[in-house]
């Protein structure tokens, strides 16, 4: 059955929104996942580190090059992931609507393509 | 908002709209009518105005419903009883009674007064959030055939006057094997379609696999819920190598265990884990069984003296020929296939597995491997002759032609 990643993307605002009210934002999350753990669909979930922590690879050159973070001109940060196996790519949606996401951060969700629809290399 | 959209909205809240309706009401016939009057409406007017929140919408709009009902069915009396009960109705839905509400549904709708087809619709429309096309879809079935086998269901659970509540604590392991083996029957037909052009049906097995999932997180000391939820999640995990481009079925001596699903085998070797306890039951020792091929890089390298014990212990604690049929081919495996032909030619001698094709499947193999070619060739096409599914039937004679 079809797997989604929704990708939670924050801003630098809605980062800091999110900090200043962690509390609450953990304790709706908890009730969220379980929801989620529930119904059936939930496969994985993680949150990221800020992202000054965390430094970026980079494969322009011939070698690949280590910077530190933050990213640059990136204004939306990945900042964690739910990964849900559910029946359609609305019930998706429909789950990314209520994530308890803070105020101008966005949800991109992505279809995660099962095995038979890779390009097959015979061998 | 679309059809498919109220479909997923309703997949997400089925479950416990029934379940707080069933409550309220006491009456699961009419808290389901009510919940599909609300989806009907909702399919009508969620494509002009979409509502703000739409759980909220579904759940408010059946409440409705199931108050209307109540009122054509009650006497003058009764309703001052329920006016006054309906403020009580707007209340949000209580989280921690919710749980024990959803479960109680599965045991409704998985109840032994219910014949076993009622069971699979109702669970699966009730519980899943399915509709009767996708349940139709599902079991290869008329729609006016799943309809029925609901309607027929919640009549025959208002006749018996089943409770809406926890089974008590003697029957309680009982009936959570009721259950687990609607949910099982549900991934089988998923796993190996009983009929049709397909070998396997994922989207069916989801159902079941995403059934128990809700089952284990609401029942989580129970360690066959998380036996089965293995069993489904190893055996789904080889789905993807288990048929060719063409659909044909790919044995698992010749399967690419490179395709294997490694993120199912994770979580099935996790809820196995779970499973182990207290000693493994009949759903914790197949899923043990299929943990074991999972953690095989080959055929030839899998512990099949370990699948041997498995199947033995299976045999004591859920004796079936089916079982027996099994421990030979592993005996096959691991010791060779004359002790294995032994298995097999005693279960036909009792003649327990009349009219399978499974029998005269593994006898053949196992003439074969032992040289003895034209009777090894009869078994294998009397196979194909009592073999519903074309794909294995196909395969059953390619195998018959290369004995001549």
């Given amino acids: ?123 | 908002m679309g059809t498919a959209d109220v479909e997923a909205v309703w997949r997400i809240e089925s479950a416990r709209i029934v379940a707080a309706l069933t409550r309220f009401t006491g009456d699961f016939g009419l808290a389901e009518d009510a919940a599909q009057e609300a989806v009907a409406e909702a399919l009508v007017s969620w494509p002009l105005a979409s509502p703000a929140n739409p759980a909220g919408w579904l759940m408010a709009t059946a409440r409705r419903r199931a108050i209307d009902a109540i009122r054509r069915r009650t006497a003058l009396q009764d309703r001052y009883a329920l006016l006054a009960a309906d403020s009580a109705v707007d209340e949000e839905i209580d989280p921690d009674k919710i749980d024990d509400d959803v479960l109680a549904l599965m045991f409704v709708s998985c109840h032994p007064v219910l014949s076993p087809e009622a069971r699979v619709a109702l669970t699966l429309r009730v519980v899943g959030g399915l509709s009767s096309e996708e349940i139709a879809r599902a079991f290869l079935v008329p729609v006016p055939t799943v309809q029925a086998r609901i309607t027929r269901g919640k009549k025959t659970i208002a006749a018996a006057g089943v409770p809406f509540e926890l089974p008590p604590a003697a029957e309680r392991r009982k009936r959570l094997g009721g259950v687990l083996s609607v949910i099982y029957v549900i991934f089988t037909e998923g796993s190996t379609a009983t009929s049709g052009d397909r070998l396997l049906r994922p989207d069916v097995a989801y159902e079941a696999i995403r059934l128990a999932r809700t089952l284990a997180a609401l029942q989580p000391a129970e360690p066959e819920v998380h036996g089965l939820l293995a069993l489904c999640e190893l055996t789904a995990a080889r789905f993807p190598a288990r048929t060719g481009p063409d659909g044909s079925p790919i044995l698992l001596e010749d399967q690419d265990r490179r395709r294997w699903d490694i993120s199912a085998i994770r979580r099935g070797l996790a809820a196995l884990a779970k499973a182990s306890t207290r000693g493994l039951g009949p759903y914790g020792l197949q899923a043990a069984i299929a943990a074991t091929h999972a953690s095989a890089p080959s055929v030839e390298a899998t512990d099949w003296d370990r699948i041997v014990v498995l199947y033995e212990a299976l045999g004591r604690v859920a004796p079936s020929p089916v079982v027996e049929l099994n421990r030979a081919v592993a005996v096959a495996m691991a010791s060779g296939p004359a002790q294995a032909l032994a298995i097999v030619d005693e279960l036909i001698a009792s003649d327990r597995l009349p009219g399978s094709h499974l029998v005269p499947t593994v006898r053949g193999e196992l003439l074969a491997r032992l040289g003895r070619r034209p009777e090894a060739r009869a078994q294998l096409e009397l196979a194909a002759r009592l073999c519903a599914n074309q794909r294995e039937r196909s395969v059953l004679l390619r195998k018959a032609a290369t004995l001549s």
Avoid: C, H
Avoid at chain 1, 18 to 36: G, K, P, Q, S
Avoid at chain 1, 83 to 98: F, G, I, P, T, Y
């Fill in chain 1, 1 to 123: 059955m079809p797997k989604y990643l929704l990708i939670m993307r924050g801003t630098d605002e809605s980062n800091a929104a999110l900090m200043a009210n962690i509390d609450e934002m953990m304790a709706t999350t908890r009730v969220f996942i379980e929801e989620m753990v529930k119904a059936g669909v939930l496969l994985a979930a993680e949150g990221l580190d800020d992202p000054g922590q965390g430094v970026v690879v980079d494969f322009s050159g011939e070698a690949p090059v280590v910077t530190d973070g933050p990213y640059g001109e990136t204004k939306e940060l990945f900042g964690g992931f739910f990964l849900l196996d559910v029946a359609s790519k609305q019930e998706a949606v429909e789950w990314a609507k209520r994530v308890p996401a803070a105020p101008g951060s966005k949800i991109e969700v992505r279809r995660v393509p099962g095995d038979d629809e890779m390009p097959q290399v015979d061998e």
